[in-house]
């Protein structure tokens, strides 16, 4: 039997939850009365706004400007007038001034026509990666144009995409790779032509064999270049590290970039995301979002323009069945719990949870019991016990000497500890804490 590839060291097997929402096709969110478009969508500083209250915009139209290397354009989901500029707390607790925006009643929207693009230059492809806004969509925001810049003397010998979508629950990206999966192609081919990598690779956990079909359809229907290979299902191979080991066998060394072992990584979303931007000339202004959980009334996966407000997309869902447990803005090992449902989806937000069990669930927590099994289930090879019991008595210093930085936060230590230990959470303290 062909053995699937999958990373080596740790990981776990929680029950993956996207039997709720898999097979609910990509249904658009009808513009909502109001948006909420905050000026830090992304890894890095937050935009400089360019419009002040009371100012009309156009859909598309740049409303903040990238203020450093590490930063993004914003741009305005629709045609409509800015009503206020207020300061939001985002769910990752990101405190961001945020335009507020009342879309026009007639014509909000506006459709998007293909742009001559063949013979754009490499340069002109990545200016117009940044000029739309485009950052990575599966949850770290990084900005895109600067990822696809490849230093002089540097060559990439794999491009790796990411369509693992390995947290519970969410099955945007499976969505996407089924009904889009041309566009997911073609915005694929297009980042080759711009880093030139000599082979390219999408990796697709194997409990999404209709994606995998339809890729692999749709790659030999066009002839091109592009390796479709399913993974085995194991969490968290969506991360860079965990998905290059499993697909081109490579390992990236403590505090190492996936381009020093040769490799280009990116979302599936996010090749979605360049082709619009290449292809149409169209922002980052929308995004597919996943409404799930057992608390929510039907599961859905919703094509929001940003800035669309959490209770939107559940009034659009059908609302709550029941009070959850916790809402969670991406997915139950990764994301945020949050309590305010007038926060609005940005470019990062995979999905809307309200869980009422699983991974989310209070329970009390006893002392450790030496067991181990947080260190067995750490992919990073770190040993989660020692490092929280030495956060917990502040000695930060002695756990950033055990490679405290190389903890992803994905949850798997917590996740697997039996005394229920808050561990990841120990984890984020100390690495803010003992940065400082
Ligand atoms: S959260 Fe950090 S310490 Fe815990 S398993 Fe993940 S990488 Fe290891
Ligand atoms: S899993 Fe929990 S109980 Fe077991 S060693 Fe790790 S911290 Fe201790």
Redo the contacts with the bound molecule.
Sequence with gaps: MERIPTFSK?GVHPDDKKVLSNGQAIERLPMPAELIVPLSQHLGAPASPLKQKGDTVAVGEKIGEASSFISADIHSPVNGTITDIRKITLANSVITDAFVITPDEENPLKEWEVQPYDQLSVKEMLDIVKDMGVVGTGGATFPTHVKLMVPKGKSVEALVVNGVECEPYLTADHRLMLEQTDMVLRGIMLVAKMTNPKKIIIGVENNKKDAIKALKDVVAANGYPITVMPLKVKYPQGDEKQLLKATINREIPSGKLPLDVGAVVLNVGTAFAIYEAIVLRKPLIDRVVTVSGEAMSTKRNLRAPLGAKVADLIAFAGGLDHDPDKFISGGPMMGFAFYDDQIPVIKGTSGILALDNGPSQKTPVSPCISCGR?VA????G?Q?TK?YRLIDNRMYAEAMAMNLM?????????YSCPAHLP??HG?KLGKRLGRK
């Design positions: 740790g947080c289930a750490c992919p990073m770190l989660p490092l190389d903890c992803k936060e994905c949850g798997c230590c917590s561990l990841v984890m």
